[in-house]
């Protein structure tokens, strides 16, 4: 499916208007008043930025404190260099664990390495315990937010997924299930219950890993992230190698502006920091815990032109606020990350020519750049984004030639002004035909929109008979024949 | 190549390759040298534990307030009220009122044991019967008033199941422990003493929630459905 | 766009300017700024143009002022990243742009008038350029300019903030997704009640009277310049 079907889709869904329209506004007052409330959030940005920018910029030394430390503490560590050897770690430590069930909470890098497909396709059961990727797996559907990932599914689908899959509850009429969120929510937390005590091996994602401790950082409100690294026998825990931070004390600064940005909320209900497998006087906790450090592109991208873009916390807020986001949702993009940072990590780590074209989904209006708790230079980066992809496929011929022309007649007055002229008697020749529909590749504008004439008299043409002293024959001239109100 | 020979190139490769990333000139932006957002004012215990209660308040966690000779009677009544008869603990020795967990036993209230087993099937049966209980009693390890949150660190009579498996989680702190900011708790604490025998440090702000479902919100999906923090005033 | 497009907007700039007793001048050999190019990621076409563009500009002293946000936005922050290698070129960028305003900062912020005696009998509402909001930063000089226009109501404006779907190319290469973000902000216009809508970039202000033309609508857009200078076409 090409980008704009996928748009159109989009587009003529009501309920996901709906819901995108409801989360433009809402997350944004939320974050709003959130960040708002805290003390010198201005200072406290920079500081994440920076915080972010020091980790990156030694990145090879944190992660290598990172692996001291947390081996020190009885974790044991595993480099991944790409998508496939991080699912063939994952599947032999589960294989190890003797486990058929893993539990498996929240991790984008767990989606972006395929994890499911690969344990599934070795024979594992693997139940996603985060409510909203609980229900998508169980409609074999695919996240659409990075934080909210079913906010295109209405309580109906929902409770339709659960009839069918858990089965109606006592006494229950399916018309009943279809409005009652309370139930449904229970139904989950009732059959996932099971699933965290019976799962001998947990995978989760992190989202700090803090070098100096060797600990790992992980947040939700649901409670799913601290069963799932709490009851199961072995803990493996999926990292892109970028969410590093250097102390505890930097830990907290960027906690500070994670969850404001996300949801509006001071913090979230649950903040884990975890660093090895349970002491051998502690009641409960992992007998294993394994960190999985994933690659998969993001140390070239560190080299690259788009490196800024590894400074993201994943905290979503650039799509809360992104008007084009906000029209087609985050299925559209079509990849695992979504929105304005999607647009330019989806394409610097899954391929320049595949997903480049990603980057056109932006009017470049720097709402993201403004709520960015870290500060990336999203439009900035977009504009790049595009370079890059017009360099990996060559561009359309037809916008090549377009924009060669153009530039040619920009560098040559004459030219331009040649131009001119012969759009302004073009547009007064066919001033009687009816409204004007711009040819080939502009032909978008009036799908949508008037296109005004051409004036007659330019402004430098205006400008030059008033210097030659006829100032008043050309104005008025020329407001007799612009028809066109604008 | 064996899993090991594989894991050290692997962990090579990858390091070698972040070095040349950023030996070519990487195009992350240069320094910035930042100003240090200022120390929030110092306050008195007094406004810490109102400006605690209003925050955690905010994501539907409750803070009730008793005398110390009355602590008893509280968690009786909180007990009672909700049908509770099984809990889960933290040690006595980790709670600011040692006495309170055996006169909560003399009352006819039974608390699971602690130890979870690491072998199958004990493991899988303890945690099953864990899962009975309906109310959790811990201590924290710190209050802290910007964020409405309780930190919870593990270690020895310390489980983590108390303040996560069952419906009702009740944790008890005294004013001495509040903490304006969790920057202010986390100086205080050393690096070595944080993990030596600890292996988790969690910020507990409220109650298990989502709004995954059309962006409703609703509480206790895995997690606690209630959280009372009980101030026991001396 | 104005040159061609809407010349009234470069007469009504330069009425407003001489009016302040601003001797103008109109190098007649400038073009364009190169912003659709870079934009669309064609450095090369757009490293030429904004070459030009300097050369231009190089040659004149003095204040260069134009009526069009994201044009100054780019001349002051597209440049430096066009000629980032290049530090001749990026001396000569980083001397105009210092020259370069947009009309209403140089009224407000240089010139230091609000009240240019304009008169306008009507409601007017302000949609802000993204480049002009965010990229320079200019949020309130045209709101001081426009609050001095006698007999002028000026109502708020919905959703003013949220980009109008212009983006350059971005309205024909993505226009079913421009076309519903102009739907909003035309829908907003009438919701505000204003007859006309003021904006400070000819690129929103095409995209925005193109939308209203085809809905029919009774508001229209004019350019600041026009009401500064009492020229808002009737």
Known sequence: MTLNTRIELALHNPHLQRALDANYTRSQEKRNISMGALPDSALVRNRARAIRLEALRNLDQYLVQLETQLTARGGVVHWAANAQDASAVVARIAKAACSRLVAKSKSMVSEEIHLNKRLQADGFKVVETDLGEYILQLRNDVPSHIVAPAIHLTRADVAETFEEQLGLPAGVTPAQLATDIPLLTSMARTALRTVFIEAGVGVSGVNFAVADTGALCLVSNEGNGRLVTSLPRVHIALMGIERVVPTMADLEVLLRVLSRSATGQNITCYTSVVCGPRRAQEPDGPAELHLVLVDNGRAAMLGGELAEALLCIRCGACLNVCPVYREIGGHAYGSVYPGPIGALVTPALGGMREFGELAQASSLCGACQEVCPVRIDIPTMLIKTRTLHLAATGGAPVWNAGLKIWSWAMRAP????????????????????????????????????????????????????????????????????????? | MGVLAAQVAAREEML???????????????????????????????????????????????TVRTPRAKLTDCIDGLLRERGVHTLLAWDAAHLPAAQLLQDLQAREFSIVAAQVPSREPARTQHLQSLGTAEAGITGVDGVIAQLGGLVLCGGAGRPRHASLLAPLHIALFTPQQLWPTLAAWLAAQSNAALFADSSSVTVIAGPSRTSDIERVLTLGVHGPKELIAVCIED | MVDAVRPEIGEATVAVLEDQGVKVEFPAAQTCCGQPAYNAGYRSEARAVAAHFLNVFDATSGPVVTPSGSCAAMVHHGFADLFGDDPAQLRRARAVAARTRELSQFLVHDLKVTNLGASFNGRITYHPSCHQLRGLGEGTAPLALLAQVAGAEVVPLAGAEECCGFGGLFSVKLPQVSGEMVARKTANIDASGAGVCVTCDAGCLMNIAGRLQREHKAARCAHLAEVLAGSVPA
Not at chain 2, 23 to 51: C, K
């Open chain 2, 16 to 62: 070698a390759r972040l070095r040349r990333s950023l030996q070519a000139g990487s195009t992350l932006p240069p320094f910035e040298a930042v100003t240090a957002p200022p120390e929030p004012p110092a306050a008195d215990r007094q406004q810490m534990l109102y400006e605690f209660e209003t925050q955690l308040n905010i994501l539907q966690g409750r």
């Open chain 1, 414 to 486: 004459w030219m331009y002004q040649l131009g001119l002229r012969v759009a302004a008697w073009g547009a007064a020749l066919r001033a009687t035909a009816g409204p004007l529909r711009l040819p080939g590749p502009l032909a978008g504008w009036t799908d949508h929109r008037e296109f005004p004439r051409i004036a007659s008299t330019s402004f430098r043409a205006r400008w030059a008979a008033r210097q030659r002293g006829q100032a008043t024959k050309a104005s008025a001239a020329a407001k007799r024949t612009d028809r066109w109100e604008f």
